[in-house]
């Protein structure tokens, strides 16, 4: 599906912030890019739609180099790969329902674009979405009104509004109170697992990224350092990512997420990787 | 290294804000160099006070031959207002139509570095000269009269708007047009899903902010002949009519009133 080989992104200033990053994606699975900041998780995701051009390399979707592709056909490929961000980014002005219907920019024509006429399927898909993230009612709202878990999930919506084959998530829960940070992630992933989209996530919250991912990357100066199933993530791998520290507390996190689960329900006994992405859909169907 | 240094002397209760200019030499030599140049430019003016003198008297005649104000001839003051607020809403409008592109293409972030610098390039020239001298230029070229004026004010409004729009374009958050450009989204759906309503409520605040500007301005480019009711005062002050100047002074005074007060009171609507 997505495979990026060798990529390298220096930047005017003559940072290095991506040196060699190799990365394949065959599973609709939700993948979380943890790493330092300015380790390059931001470029890494910005570089796969184009929004930094990389310096050398190759971004395979489903065989195309998106790296090498003119102005028109990038605009095509963007629309299969849906963003969102730690701002969430919403135009401001706009309502909300326009917001969720900016994902489907890249396919209508610019006067349906201009006098906001969208097919009805759109518009049916987009009152779904918004029921779907706990909108319903919000259509006419401008965005510049809502909270910041609101907008982050208008910013889901617009997202899947593309209908997108592969999600990419900038910090979605970094401006987010922990609750809140939680309830976004729990919808995020959630959705991506219904509709089998895999997702690649930058996050700094590595306990965040340990209780609802299933496959962590861990990123160091522009280099993958890890990559390997969530349950790996040991205390050596967090010192080889972010250096020498005492990650007792933050392994004891994830313990706690164990227990939550266990209150929940959910049975403790340490399942295989796979098995695990059908307990976290379940863990949190019954936690909404 | 110096405020470290600092940080580790003796007394550790004392503490000013480091001088914007460390060196005492070239601090004290600035100071000295500013009361220079004041004296200096004093000198240079070369005022001669005896004509400072003999002015007084002559502010106190046409003082008292300005009053009472002259509105008798209330026909030619109507007609000056009206042809000033025409020009000034002509102007207005056609600025506000020409301030789109060339603001567009002024804005750093929308458009290839060549059109930015070329955009640039004709707001900052049409902000050089000031109103008068391009009036000046507009009356060799079309004659006395309106058109002159219009051409004018076109010229400034366009090259205000357009300075204003694209610095607001340009103070945009970057990342909505980032989330906009991507869905896939062309340029074109860009500037109509994004650019647009972020920057029209102040789009349409600066353009009433011109309207109100004009009408100011009109009466100023009327001196130099480009019409409207400073056409009117100039005539009158050049014919020694000081109580009919007074009276159109009057009305200026009201008209930028009026505007001021329209412009306050439709911004003020926009959010």
Request: proline share 5%; aromatic share 8%; glycine share 8%.
């Amino acid at each position: 599906m997505l495979e990026v080989t060798d990529l390298v992104k220096v930047y005017p200033t003559g940072t290095r912030a991506l040196n060699g990053v190799s990365l394949t994606v065959d599973e609709p699975k939700v993948i979380a890019i943890i790493g330092p900041s300015g380790a390059g998780k931001s470029t890494l995701i910005r570089c796969i739609n184009r929004l930094v051009e990389p310096t050398s390399g190759k971004i395979l979707l489903d065989g195309v180099d998106i790296a090498s592709l003119g102005r028109r056909e990038l605009r095509k490929f963007r629309r299969r790969l849906g963003m969102i961000f730690q701002e969430y980014n919403l135009v401001e002005r706009l309502t909300v329902m326009e917001n969720v219907l900016s994902g489907r920019l890249g396919y209508v024509s610019f006067w349906q674009a201009y006098r906001r006429r969208y097919p009805p399927d759109d518009i049916r898909m987009a009152f779904q979405l918004l029921d779907r993230v706990g909108l319903s009612g919000y259509e006419n709202t401008r965005a510049d009104a809502l909270s910041g878990g609101q907008r982050q999930r208008v910013g889901i919506a617009r997202a899947l509004m593309q209908q997108p084959d592969l999600l990419l998530v900038d910090e979605p829960t970094a401006s987010l109170d922990p609750k809140t940070s939680r309830q976004i992630m729990r919808l995020l992933v959630e959705l991506a697992h219904e509709r089998g989209t895999p997702a690649l996530v930058n996050i700094h919250d590595v306990g965040l990224a340990q209780s609802f991912t299933d496959r962590v990357v861990g990123l160091a100066d522009g280099r993958i350092v890890f990559d390997g199933p969530v349950d790996r993530v040991t205390a050596q791998v967090l010192t080889d990512i972010y250096g020498e520290e005492d990650w007792s507390t933050t392994i004891r996190e994830v313990e706690d997420e164990e227990e939550e689960r266990e209150e929940a329900g959910v049975s403790r006994s340490k399942p295989p990787a796979r098995e695990k992405k059908d307990e976290v859909t379940l863990g949190v169907a019954e936690g909404e | 290294m110096s405020d470290i240094v600092a940080s580790t002397g003796a007394d550790r209760s004392r503490w000013r804000p480091p001088s914007m200019i460390e060196n005492p030499v070239y601090r004290g030599g600035l100071a000295v160099l500013a009361i220079a140049y004041v004296v200096w430019s004093l000198a240079a003016l070369d005022i001669d006070w005896q004509r400072v003198g003999s002015g007084f008297p002559r502010a106190m005649d046409m003082f008292v031959r300005m009053v009472p104000p002259d509105f008798n001839r209330w026909e030619l003051l109507i007609r000056g207002v009206l042809e000033s607020v025409q020009m000034a809403l002509a102007a207005s409008f056609f600025g506000m139509i020409l301030a789109v592109p060339i603001g567009l293409c002024a804005a750093v972030n929308l458009v290839p570095k060549p059109v930015y610098l070329v955009a640039r390039f004709i707001v900052v020239l049409s902000r050089t000269f000031h109103e008068i001298i391009i009036a000046i230029l507009f009356v060799k070229i079309f004659g006395f009269g309106p058109l002159a004026g219009v051409l004018t004010l076109i010229v400034a409004s366009t090259s205000f708007i357009s300075k204003m729009l694209a610095e607001d374009i340009e103070n945009m958050p970057p990342g909505q047009l980032e989330a906009i450009r991507a869905t896939g989204a062309s340029f074109p759906k860009l500037l109509v899903y994004c650019i647009s309503p972020q920057a029209l409520p102040r789009y349409l605040g600066v353009s009433i902010y011109r309207l109100d500007a004009n009408i100011r301005h009109s009466t100023v480019v009327g001196i130099v002949g480009a019409g409207g009711i400073g056409q009117v005062l100039a005539a009158s002050f050049s014919r020694y009519d000081y109580d009919f100047s007074l009276a159109i002074l009057l009305t200026i005074i009201s008209l930028v009133f009026l505007g001021e007060f329209f412009s306050n009171w439709v911004r003020s609507r926009l959010r």
